[in-house]
């Protein structure tokens, strides 16, 4: 999963990246990236780098990344170790200049990836974005003297058209401006929004989420659509105009695990806000255990901080039982998920928290978390709690059992490392060394979200069908 923005019209757009970047910190910090153009020299200038958007760019370097135009990216690798030349934004100068970043993952990048290396094509990295740019980049070859914006519709489209998976890609085309489109089910989010400049004109920008566009003084305009190319003409003095075509639709399935954990609290995606669907997910959650427990031989109900605490507080308040804060997580240390190696999550699982003895001695404590993947930070938190005294402890997940893995964009596992995969729910709460566990059912889930949307996780039904 990634975080992406993507501006224009700003005198020095990259200081504008760089802030909407820090909002979107949470969903990626393995590294960040900002590629500019800079139309008085013809040039693109790129800085990214493995670390935290705060600690990768200074001012200076954001002077330094000149233009009007700006991409951004903040990283974390779905698949496999986070590699230097991996890193986004991505540039390419032949057969045309042409900026990309994206947030997703490609279900048939390896076939795509063969088809392309068969053609005598060359890689520079294993990059999935890559893929996308000899894409576009083929199909601009194809009509060299039509109009750039024909052009880019046919790019957009051959990528809807070959590539499957959850993608939305941010673009700056030099010549004509900023464009965005998402994958033909719109699987991963990407927002248009709008600004009125101080010279009285509109400008555009696009990003994941419209938290990050607002706290850089950008409305949020709509998302653009599923299989839909979005594109701003800016060069020169022109007033900025949105022009759109929709390409490849095939309907509207965004990811569910966007609601649930990844996104910020304070967005909107689809026009469904992320707060209220958590707290709807809670209130559900809580409905359910209460059929299946008496709720008054709870004496605590607390969350594993900070996503799921929305969720615990409408649950705690659904139960009317107390919520508490038991976990107090130490924010210096790495978030254990991205970590490579079973080991070293769960060391971090403990290194994270610290258990608040007096609220559970002796006391019955139902933790709520958003998801239960491998089951790593469950177990571990359950045997910290009785460690600290707890008498029994329940687990509550917002999100329904995730039996199968994401082949798009988000970094759950092998079947065989799935704790819930092919395992009852009493198998499960044996597995994670707790007193009982309660999921959100896939009907709550719909309940909660009221639209449509990419369930394969749970389900293992693939909008495009299994991997290539
Ligand atoms: P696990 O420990 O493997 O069961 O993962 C579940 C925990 O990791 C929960 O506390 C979630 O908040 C968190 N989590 C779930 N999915 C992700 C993800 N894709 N990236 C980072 N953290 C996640």
Known sequence: MCGIIGLTH????????????????????????????????????????????????????????????????????????????????????????????????????????????????AFLSDNDLEVILHLMSGAFVSSPTAPLGERLIEAARTVMQRAEGGYSVIGILPGLGL????????IRPLIIGERDEADGRKSYAFASEDAALGFVGYRRVRDVAPGELVWVPSVGDEAEELHSRSLVPRGGLPCMFEWIYFSSADANLESVPVYETRLRLGQLLGARVGAALDPSTIDVVSAVPETSRISAIALAETLQRPYREVLIKNRYVQRSFILNGQDKRQVAVSMKFSVVDSVIAGKTVLLVDDSIVRGTT??????????????????????????????????????????????????VAQALDADGVFYTTLADLETALGRPFCAACLTGEYAYGAAA
């Open 10 to 121: 700003a005198v020095q757009s990259a200081h504008d990246v760089y802030r909407g970047l820090l909002m979107l910190q949470h969903r990626g910090q393995d590294s960040a990236g900002i590629l500019s153009w800079d139309a008085a020299t013809g040039m693109f200038h790129s800085k990214k780098q493995l670390g935290k958007v705060a600690d990768v760019f200074t001012a200076t370097d954001l002077d330094r990344l000149k233009g009007a135009m700006a991409l951004g990216h903040t990283r974390y690798s779905t698949i496999g170790d986070v590699k230097e030349s991996d890193l986004q934004p991505i540039a390419g100068v032949m057969p045309i200049g042409i900026g990309l970043v994206h947030n997703g993952n490609l279900s048939n990048y390896a076939a795509l990836k063969q088809s392309l290396l068969a053609k005598g094509r």
């Open 179 to 186: 464009f965005g489109f998402r994958d033909p089910h719109g």
């Open 378 to 427: 469950s177990r571990k938190l359950v045997q910290l709690l009785r460690q600290h005294g707890a008498a029994r402890v329940y687990l509550a997940s917002s999100c329904p059992p995730i039996r199968h893995p994401c082949l798009y964009g988000i970094d759950f596992p092998d079947r065989k490392d799935l704790v819930a995969a092919g395992r009852p729910l009493d198998a």
